[in-house]
């Protein structure tokens, strides 16, 4: 077990990218899914993307064609390239390790550990 650190967010105009980057040392075996999940003040925290322990691939379809996510085994880092952004991304994101289902990735943003979270603001 190690720890959870994002980076990367910032303050970008609509149409923009940032990329997501979540130092995840401990976290990197099969026995885990890691993803991303965001909250905005007053809503529901939302999955965003998510890779299982066999490397399959989620995403809410909010962001579906514009952000995609990514694990480097090596650098012991999970990112999440964001393109296209809308101003309804706004969000804290944060980053999740979740072992609870054996690596799949059910309910990760719920029962997952998570990092401090980064700001991502969208103006339009």
């Known amino acids: 077990q190690g720890q959870l650190m994002e980076s990367g967010g910032g303050s970008v105009q609509a149409g923009g990218s940032l990329t997501l980057s979540c130092a995840a040392s401990?976290?990197?075996?099969?026995?885990?899914?890691l993803g991303w999940f965001r909250q905005a003040p007053g809503t529901e925290r939302e999955e965003v993307a998510a890779?299982?322990?066999?490397?399959?691939?989620i995403y809410a379809d909010s962001v579906k064609g514009r952000f995609s996510i990514s694990k480097d085994n090596a650098k012991k880092t999970l990112y999440l390239q964001m393109d296209e952004l809308k101003p309804e991304d706004t969000a804290m994101y944060y980053c999740?390790?979740?072992?609870?289902?054996?690596?799949?990735?059910?309910?990760?943003?719920?029962?997952?550990?998570r990092g401090q979270g980064t700001q991502v603001t969208v103006s339009s």
């Open positions: 999740v390790a979740d072992w609870s289902s054996g690596g799949a990735c059910h309910g990760y943003a719920d029962f997952g550990e």
């Open positions: 401990g976290y990197m075996d099969r026995s885990y899914c």
């Open positions: 890779i299982d322990g066999d490397g399959k691939i």
